[in-house]
C-alpha cells in the first residue's frame, strides 16, 4: 500500500513535470495539432539528397523558363506581394519542421497562363501568373496556396512518397534518384499547349497528405494574420473556374467536397490563432469577403 501510494505521488510528480515546460507556450500551443511525418521518409532517401535534387530541378526549370523570358523580374508588383507574402509565412515553418530554420527560401513568379503553385523540398516556390489572374487571388487565398505547397515541402511528402513507392515498385531504386523522376519536367501538364513554361511535374500526394498539406497550410496562414477561411473560398473558385477550362492545379490537387469539409471541421482550431494575430476578438470575426472571378 505504501509502496503503491510513493508510486502514484511519483507518477504525479513526473506529470508535473512535463507538464511544467510547456506551460509558458501554452498560447502558441492551439491551432492545428503537430503530428509525427511519416516513417517513409527514411526510405524515400536521405534529406540532404533530396534537397540537393530539388535544388538542381528547381534551377533547371528557373533556367528553361529565363530562356524563354518568363521568370518575372524582381520588380514584378506580382512577384513583390509572392515575396512579401513569404516573408510573413516562413518564420512559422519551423513549428512543423525545425530543419526549415535552416532552408534557403526562394520566390519566383513564370509568367504562363497556368494556374498553378508548388514549392519544392527545402523551400523553393514557385507560382505561374496564372494562378493569380484566373483566379483573382486575394492575399489571404495567396497564403493559402502558398502555405499548402509549403507544407507538402515541411512535412517531407515528396521524401515519404518515394519511400512508399520503394516499397510497391519492383523497379524502384532507393534514393534520390526517384525524386529526380518527380520533379522531371512534363510537358503533359501544360494547359496552355507549347508556349507554356515548361512544367515541373508536380507530385500526386495521397489524400492524407493533401488533407495534411490543407490543416498545415492554414495554420501557417493564420499565425501570419491571413484569414484561414480563404482557404475554403480558394477550393471555391477552382472548382468554379475548372468547370470551363480545366486546371493543371487540380490534376494533382483533386478538389470537392470532402476537401472543404475537412477544412470546415478545423476550423474552430485555427479562426482563434488568426484572431490573436491580428488583435481580433475571434466571436467577432468579420466576414470573410473574396474577390469575384474575372469575366472570361
Ligand atoms: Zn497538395
Known sequence: ?????????????????????????????DGIP????SRMRSIGGDADQVNQQSK????????????KDQVATD??????????IADRL?????????DAANWKWEVNLLNSPTVNAFCMPGGRIAFYSGILTKLNLTDDEVAAVMGHEI??????????????????STVARVGGSLIAGYFGLDPRLGDAGGSAVAQV??????RSDESEADLVGLDLAARAGYDPRAGVALWQKMAAINKSQPISFLSTHPTGSDRIRNMNDHMNLVLPVYARAKGLDANKLPPYRSLALPKS
Open 1 to 29: 500500500m505504501k509502496k503503491l501510494k510513493f508510486n502514484s505521488a511519483a507518477l504525479a510528480l513526473a506529470c508535473a513535470m512535463s507538464v511544467l515546460p510547456a506551460l509558458p507556450a501554452l498560447a502558441q500551443n
Open 34 to 37: 503537430v503530428e509525427k511525418m
Open 56 to 67: 538542381l530541378q528547381y534551377d533547371q526549370m528557373l533556367k528553361q523558363a529565363h530562356d
Open 75 to 84: 520588380s514584378n508588383p506580382q512577384l513583390i506581394r509572392l515575396r512579401a
Open 90 to 98: 516562413i518564420p512559422f515553418t519551423k513549428r512543423w519542421n525545425p
Open 151 to 168: 507544407a507538402h515541402a515541411l512535412r517531407e511528402h515528396a521524401r515519404a512518397q518515394a519511400g512508399k513507392n520503394a516499397v510497391t
Open 201 to 206: 511535374s508536380a507530385l500526386k500526394f495521397s
